[in-house]
């Protein structure tokens, strides 16, 4: 899935644009002179046709919604398998609010954008990367034992590719294979 938040570049990319264009400023004349104007040209152009190719996709999915809600399944089982206020972790912050919509009893290890468990501890908030990017030696000991919990649920796309796949691969070599939904999203559990 692709993100919005980087519409917020796009008036920025456009005043530089448009300042690129106007060559009466002396920065701007610098700029032409050194061959560097026309390059930033396009990428502004490429930006700007990036930014309408994601408003395309988000009047797709608006227009065509999914059948199924995001980690239905992986929601249902986690119910199943979990007490009210057991904790799950997610490698991808993103999906803890998805997840959250099956799962209202439960709790998680962070909910909201990584800035806000940055600001609120660093040294967690690093253990927690250097985790999820498969940096430490025993990461199933550091997600029971310091984050404390009971399951951990992995996107699909988690499983196959992005920075979490080797904390995937460390955790199926010690635990063994997950559970898997249908649509491919797995989870271990951690709680006996």
């Known amino acids: 899935h692709r993100s919005a938040r980087f519409i917020e570049y796009l008036v920025p990319t456009l005043l530089v644009l448009a300042a690129l264009m106007d060559k009466a400023t002396a920065t701007t004349d610098y700029l ?17 046709l990036y930014m309408s190719s994601l408003g395309a996709e988000r009047r797709k999915l608006l227009t065509n919604p999914p059948t199924k809600p995001h980690y239905l399944e992986a929601g249902r089982y986690l119910n199943d398998q979990l007490g009210d206020g057991d904790i799950i972790y997610t490698p991808r912050w993103a999906a803890a609010a998805r997840l959250f919509y099956h799962n209202q009893n439960k709790r998680f290890i962070f909910f909201l954008d990584p800035f806000f468990m940055y600001q609120n501890d660093e040294k967690r908030f690093n253990l927690f990367q250097t985790t999820n990017l498969g940096m430490q030696e025993d990461p199933l000991a550091i997600i029971q034992n310091d984050f404390n919990a009971s399951a951990i649920f992995f996107p699909a796309e988690d499983t196959v590719f992005t ?8 955790l199926r070599a010690e635990l063994g294979e997950p559970w898997r939904s249908p649509e491919g999203d797995a989870v271990f559990i951690l709680k006996q």
Do not use: D, R, S
């Open 32 to 48: 032409w002179k050194k061959k560097l104007a026309l390059p930033l040209i396009i990428v502004a152009l490429l930006h700007g």
């Open 163 to 170: 920075q979490n796949k080797k904390l995937f691969e460390q």
